[in-house]
């Protein structure tokens, strides 16, 4: 061999070590009040969801995983910070007094973790966690572009007028979103992640996609909604007029958004393929909260929080139980299904594993890196899961093993009762034991009292 021969041998396998050597990219996608029972590898059955079942089937798909909160901006908190609504500072959509909730400097984020060991970090979509201006912008919390919503209340409607790219304003041409024409939302944000992909092919990166979907307003291109007229979607229901305008024909409007959603993350998994990323890249498919009753939405009609009770802003299951699907070829093997209960806190320590960058000590989550590489022998578990909530007079949950207790009115009566259930055999919370078992009540009681931590927002009556 001669020696430029064996020179271009050295580089080549100095080009293939770092290549092996290089951390995951990741992809977080979030759809939007997407409920448990809302794909059809979920129980789904009015319509089907192909792709992300194929995602499942490529994947792991979890059945005990749960969001952050029963609404948005508290639960993207806890996925982004890895704390709990008792630790995070972010615990409502606004305060009780009525004020936007911010990040402040001193939050740690997913992003700044990853971004500050080499990766390229983009917020696509919704982010809900700071206005402009504020110190809780996406490019102030590690992200190094951003394009998307800043405001919550204006990410209900699917045909903006304007959206942010980074620090400015910008306007969406023939847009439309009193008539919802023009070009939605979750197209913008997936064109928008597909030319990012590309972009940054050569490096790892972090893209947080944050589909608005199927959230609030039903809206849809009318060819879309007409792929679904048939008897099972053309019925007015009770709630058609309540909320973001009257949808002729929400059930079809819901369908077709939950399918525009299947199809984009199917775009999303096949530039990976197509780009050979895939065996790289770690995937992530969950929603933020259980399914809502807004805009026309009728989630008993479709059976949305499968055999969950409750919707969102309920601490029951089906407000705070939610599809997770992890996919990672090479590294996950296909078609698993774990019950291994979890929560959006324990992404980030998940992902910095998986980066191979430390995480502060004073995180609520644990990694499940083992059960995403299938070793579940060497996963911790958590002691508990918390949640407190701050609409409807406050409630509290707790998930500690199969035991789950929930509190109603704790604002109003710092003595609310404790109600119990055993999720092993009533996973539909209707029967509520803690009368038969004093002991454990107490017990998940005391969870709630030391989980919560003061906040200057968001505070708790001392029982």
Not at 356 to 378: C, E, K, M, N, Y
Not at 383 to 392: G, S
């Amino acid at each position: 061999m001669t020696t430029f021969s064996r020179i271009a041998v050295t580089a080549l396998a100095l080009v293939c070590a770092q290549a092996s050597a290089r951390p995951p990219n990741i992809i977080v996608i979030l759809a939007d009040d997407l409920g448990y029972g809302d794909l059809s590898c979920y129980g789904q059955q009015l319509f089907a969801t192909p792709r992300l079942d194929r995602m499942a089937a490529e994947g792991l798909r979890f059945t005990q995983f749960y969001s952050g909160s029963p609404v948005c901006a508290p639960s993207r908190c806890t996925l982004i910070t890895g704390l709990h609504t008792g630790h995070a500072r972010i615990r409502g959509n606004g305060t009780p007094s009525g004020q936007p909730v911010t990040l402040f400097p001193e939050d740690i984020t997913l992003a700044e973790i990853l971004r500050d060991s080499g990766y390229a970090t983009a917020c696509i979509g919704k982010w809900g966690m700071g206005e402009a201006g504020s110190t809780g912008v996406p490019n102030a919390q590690g992200f190094d572009y951003f394009y998307g919503f800043l405001n919550q209340v204006h990410a209900h409607f699917h045909y903006p007028r304007t959206l942010w790219r980074n620090g400015d304003e910008i306007t969406i041409e023939g847009n439309d979103p009193d008539a919802q024409t023009g070009t939605p939302a979750q197209t913008l944000f997936t064109g928008e992640a597909l030319k990012y992909i590309r972009a940054h092919a050569a490096t790892p990166f972090f893209l947080y996609l944050t589909y608005t979907a199927p959230h609030a307003e039903l809206a849809a291109p009318a060819g879309e909604i007409a792929s679904f007229a048939d008897a099972r979607f053309e019925a007015e229901t009770p709630f058609a007029k309540e909320h973001y305008g009257a949808q002729p024909k929400p059930r079809a409007a819901f369908a077709a958004m939950v399918t525009m959603l299947d199809r984009d993350v199917g775009r999303v998994l096949d530039l990976l393929d197509e780009l050979g990323l895939s065996n790289n890249t770690l995937v992530f498919f969950t929603s933020d909260n259980g399914p809502h009753r807004e805009g026309g939405h009728d989630p008993d009609y479709f059976n949305s929080n499968g055999p969950l009770r409750g919707i969102k802003r309920d601490v029951y299951d089906g407000g705070i139980r939610v599809p997770l699907i992890a996919r990672w070829p090479g590294t996950i093997e296909p078609g698993g299904l774990t019950p291994h209960v979890a929560a959006f806190w324990d992404v980030l320590p998940t992902c910095a594993e998986f980066a191979g960058v430390a995480t502060p000590s004073t995180l609520d989550g644990i990694s499940f890196a083992p059960t995403l590489r299938g070793d579940p022998a060497h996963q911790r578990a958590h002691d508990y899961l918390y949640w407190e909530f701050y609409e409807h007079s406050g409630r509290q949950a707790v998930r500690a093993g199969d035991w789950k207790g929930v509190r109603m009115n704790m604002l109003r009566n710092p003595d609310a009762p404790l109600e119990l259930y055993n999720l092993a055999d009533d996973v539909g919370e209707l029967h509520d034991i803690a009368a038969a078992h004093p002991d454990i009540a107490a017990r998940v009681r005391a969870l709630m009292t030391a989980a919560h931590t003061p906040s200057l927002d968001f505070t708790l009556p001392r029982p």
